[in-house]
T-cell receptor, first 113, second 113 residues
Framework: AQSVTQLGSHVSVSEGALVLLRCNYSSSVPPYLFWYVQYPNQGLQLLLKYTSAATLVKGINGFEAEFKKSETSFHLTKPSAHMSDAAEYFC???????????FGTGTKLQVIP | DADVTQTPRNRITKTGKRIMLECSQT?????MYWYRQDPGLGLRLIYY???????NKGEISDGYSVSRQAQAKFSLSLESAIPNQTALYFC????????????FGPGTRLTVL
């Protein structure tokens, strides 16, 4: 069974600073990996996903994530934080076939002016 | 119009009452899901359905039941609501296949007094 660990339930960065949100997964086979974002009072929406093509995945709003099999990691980064990036971010993983998605516990990103 | 809709958006009820949360989608997806979100716990899967005749329990199905009335409709019932079922509930759909991105509804905030 998949498990997903997000380090840090709250992360604060200054506007313009690097955003780094950490995600590690456990799996015996390379999974499909996702980052979702949840803005206040909204449902989750996909930021980006890894499906075994390129290990560096680019998503919406300038975010990207790198799949590192040796570290079982899929950290999310953005070079320069914007106030509009303040939200909760969820990492998720799924195996192949009919396996369900497992979500991490989420990281709330605060952007300080 | 939204692709995934949930009704009601907010509901306050009393302990012991039967509650139904409804989800409809216009994306034409076969797969549908019900999650609950609690602070610090992320999203936990209650039930999922990979087609109209397929219903599966998730990790926290006790106290809940579901009905898949059609490809587009998936309802969640709380037979006898209790206070620890107070949470934010999300419905999601996905097309299947590689990656299998989930598309979320706006959520239903349920309070059980």
């Amino acid at each position: 069974a998949q498990s997903v660990t997000q380090l840090g339930s709250h992360v604060s960065v200054s506007e313009g600073a690097l955003v780094l949100l950490r995600c590690n997964y456990s799996s015996s086979v390379p999974p499909y990996l996702f980052w979702y974002v949840q803005y206040p009072n909204q449902g989750l929406q996909l930021l980006l996903k890894y499906t075994s093509a390129a290990t560096l995945v680019k998503g919406i709003n300038g975010f990207e994530a790198e799949f590192k099999k040796s570290e079982t990691s899929f950290h999310l980064t953005k070079p320069s934080a914007h106030m509009s990036d303040a939200a909760e971010y969820f990492c998720a993983a799924r195996g192949g076939g009919y396996q369900k998605v497992t979500f991490g516990t989420g990281t709330k990103l605060q952007v300080i002016p | 119009d939204a692709d995934v809709t949930q009704t009601p958006r907010n509901r306050i009820t009393k302990t012991g009452k039967r509650i139904m949360l409804e989800c409809s989608q216009t994306k034409g997806h076969d797969r549908m899901y019900w999650y609950r979100q609690d602070p610090g716990l992320g999203l936990r899967l209650i039930y999922y359905s990979f087609d109209v005749k397929d219903i599966n329990k998730g990790e926290i199905s006790d106290g809940y039941s579901v009905s898949r009335q059609a490809q587009a409709k998936f309802s969640l019932s709380l037979e006898s609501a209790i206070p620890n079922q107070t949470a934010l509930y999300f419905c999601a759909t996905s097309p299947g296949g590689a990656g299998d991105t989930q598309y979320f509804g706006p959520g239903t905030r349920l309070t059980v007094l």
